[in-house]
């Protein structure tokens, strides 16, 4: 069970009232009509997975219901910091 | 084809008979050996397999018993069976909604049936028939959609009414008070349960006795390119190995190796979590479970309940999981099996998953030449070993995919030919 530290409602609250919603940082192609299939491949379905530090979205959907971006250790769990801002790359 | 009891595999070791463990039992079992060697690293093989759980060790034992490839290596960074493998609810079946996933899987159940012989090696396949529950009239749909798909592919399958399961299982709870009562159920006569540990241990011993070079303690932990690009060698805990051919088995940890050759895959690593409970009598006479609920139940023959849970929900290489998602299966399965309501849990553990967006497997070459893929089986690879195991080595040694891997391969979350089992049912187990 994770305590996750929302950084809006500031404060840590149990993983189930959060909701996980991927990696940080994959961002649309801008102009979709464009975007090559390896391109669109890339967004839709490659990850990084890290074995380590992730960067990852959150929802707090049993809170306050805004998104975050949470740096989390894959190999312990351990929630290192999270930030509000979600669209840029990390 | 290998015939039952490869006689290869007898000759280059004592086999398993009854006559000799009857000899043995008369003197004080001493005269059993190890049944595979614990060698060094060579410099180079002609395949390196990157893995030693049931798929890694299935692959080596078809490219030297079938494929004539005997310069093969298992390397295993820690020891056989200690992935997944030795840590599933093992069950073992072949109804699944697609076509491509149907061939693939039904190959492997008609291998499970004589898995035993041709290992010479007591894998414990027990087809003691599979029970899949539906709660709602969507889920009852869902069954008989499956239902029917797996007849016209030629497998078996039956729908049961909730009066036929509890037929078939009477500690099942079919009256309507629990909160998802039982309104239907499909059922895989065939499907079964098998020893996780003995088919690990089956194949490492059979491949071994042709030569397979299985390395444990040897963590792979770099991927050398030569100047075309091309796999050249394999870095280890226990120095460089040169290859032409890896191919990466490594379940959980399938991203990491490929970041290795610089790639990225469309598989995320989740925590899956199973449990047992203290021996009871016989009181589970096949395989139950739910998706709906997340609930998969089993009894082994030391008379433990084998549960499996739902996988955590978020990405982890931590081997642990959350405690509430296994408290919510033992809650299911309090509402379906009332009779456990007393039972105490003795063991609960983790293993780590690789997921796919489809959740089918990937299998096939990459972009990177010498790199091949078996991995992807995320919450449900075990029942896949034998048949995974001899079509990829089929394919590593034909240097192309073999027919019922083809739809299988990386390309498809290019074209969009998924596999989409994930929507079919997403059944874990
Ligand atoms: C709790 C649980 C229940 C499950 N229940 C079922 C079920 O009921 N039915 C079913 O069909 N499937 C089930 N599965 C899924 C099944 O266990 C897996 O799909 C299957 O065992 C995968 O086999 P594998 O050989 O690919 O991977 P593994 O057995 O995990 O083997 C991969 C090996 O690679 C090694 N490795 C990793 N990195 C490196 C490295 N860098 N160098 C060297 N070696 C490395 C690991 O140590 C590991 O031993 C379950 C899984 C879990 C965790
Ligand atoms: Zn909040």
Redesign the pocket.
């Known amino acids: 069970m994770l305590l996750i530290p929302c950084p809006h409602c500031r404060q840590s609250r149990p993983e189930r009232e959060f909701r996980h919603c991927g990696e940080a940082g994959l961002l649309r192609p801008v102009d979709p009509a464009a975007a090559s299939d390896r391109e669109w491949t890339d967004y839709l379905f490659a990850r990084t997975n890290p074995k380590g530090e992730s960067q990852e979205r959150w929802r707090h959907v049993h809170g306050c219901g805004r998104f975050f971006v949470l740096r989390r250790d894959t190999r312990e769990d351990a929630c290192v910091t999270s930030r509000a801002g979600v669209e840029e790359a990390p | 084809m290998i015939a039952a009891h490869d006689p290869r595999i007898l000759r280059a070791m004592r086999g398993f008979s009854f006559g000799r463990i009857l000899r043995e039992s008369f003197s004080g079992h001493t005269g059993w050996t190890r049944q595979w060697r614990s060698p060094e690293p060579q410099r180079a093989y002609d395949v390196v397999i ?7 060790l299935a692959t080596a034992y078809h490219l030297a018993a079938e494929q004539g490839v005997r310069r093969v290596a298992v ?4 020891w ?13 079946r072949s109804n699944y909604l697609f076509e491509e996933s149907e061939a693939l899987y039904e190959h492997s159940l008609k291998l499970w049936e004589g898995l035993s012989r041709t290992l010479n090696y007591n894998v414990m396949y027990s087809p003691r028939g599979v029970m899949a529950l539906g709660h709602t009239e969507s889920d009852v749909q869902i069954i008989r959609r499956h239902v029917h798909a797996n007849r016209l592919a030629g497998i078996d399958a039956d729908f049961l009414t909730p009066a036929q399961a509890k037929a078939l299982c009477p500690i099942l709870d079919v009256s309507q008070a629990p909160r998802y009562p039982v309104l239907g159920a499909s059922w895989q006569g065939r499907g079964g349960v098998a020893r996780h540990d003995a088919v690990v241990w089956g194949y490492a011993r059979a491949a071994d006795a042709l030569g397979v070079d299985v390395i444990e303690n ?4 770099g991927v050398r390119r030569d100047a075309a690009g091309a796999v050249s060698a394999v870095e280890t805990t226990r120095g460089a190995i040169s290859t032409r051919m890896l191919a990466l ?5 399938s991203s ?2 490929a970041g290795m050759a610089g790639l990225r895959l469309p598989i995320e690593s989740f925590p ?3 449990l047992v409970s203290e021996p009871v009598k016989p009181i589970m006479p096949c395989v139950v479970m739910s998706n709906t609920i997340d609930a ?1 139940m089993s009894q082994s023959d030391k008379g433990e309940l084998v549960i ?1 849970a739902a996988a955590d929900v978020y990405p982890s290489y931590a081997q642990r999981g959350s405690f509430h998602v296994t408290g919510a299966t033992l809650d299911s399965l309090c509402e379906l099996f009332p009779c456990l309501r007393r039972l105490r849990m003795m063991r609960c ?3 780590i ?1 690789d997921i796919t967006p489809d959740r089918s497997p990937i299998l096939g070459p990459t972009d990177v030449p010498g790199l091949w893929l ?2 992807g ?9 034998p048949g995974s195991g001899q079509l990829f080595a089929a394919s590593l040694a034909q240097g192309a995919p073999h027919p019922v891997l083809a739809p299988f391969g990386l390309d498809r979350f290019r074209t969009g030919r998924l596999i989409d089992e994930a929507t079919a049912a997403a059944v ?2």
Do not use: D, M, P
């Open positions: 990157v893995g030693g759980g049931g798929h890694g390397l295993e960074k820690g056989i069976g200690g992935g997944n493998s030795g840590r599933n609810t093992t069950i073992v040897c963590e792979v932990t088995v490594a379940a959980g940890h990491v190796l899956l979590q199973a998969y499996g553990w983790a293993g998953v078996n991995c089986w995320g919450t449900g690879g075990f029942k896949a070993i874990s187990h």
